[in-house]
């Protein structure tokens, strides 16, 4: 299952061309406009869970690199800056990884 499919397509497209040069990627804009920012905390929760692809409980840092390809498999790979950013965002007790509050609350913000 991929995030994609809780999400309508023309969204996702929009959201996606919205950062589709290199470094313009910004998680508040991006989970806005793909419209994750409006679902309910238990869909949220099924997004991390298929973001989170080693099962972990955490969203680390390879993960995130990764991040836009769980909205459409042909999407760009985040840059070392852009996923450096994205942590830093989420990542509110300084662990290096995003649990599941903590992603919430990134997309919720």
Known sequence: MAVASMLKDADIKAALEGCKAVDSFD????FKACGMAGKSSDEVKKAFAIIDQDMSGFIEEEEL???LQNFSPTARALTENETKAFLAAG???GDGMIGVDEFALMVKA
């Open 91 to 93: 990542d509110a007790d």
């Open 27 to 30: 998680h508040k804009k991006f």
């Open 65 to 67: 690199k990764l991040f």
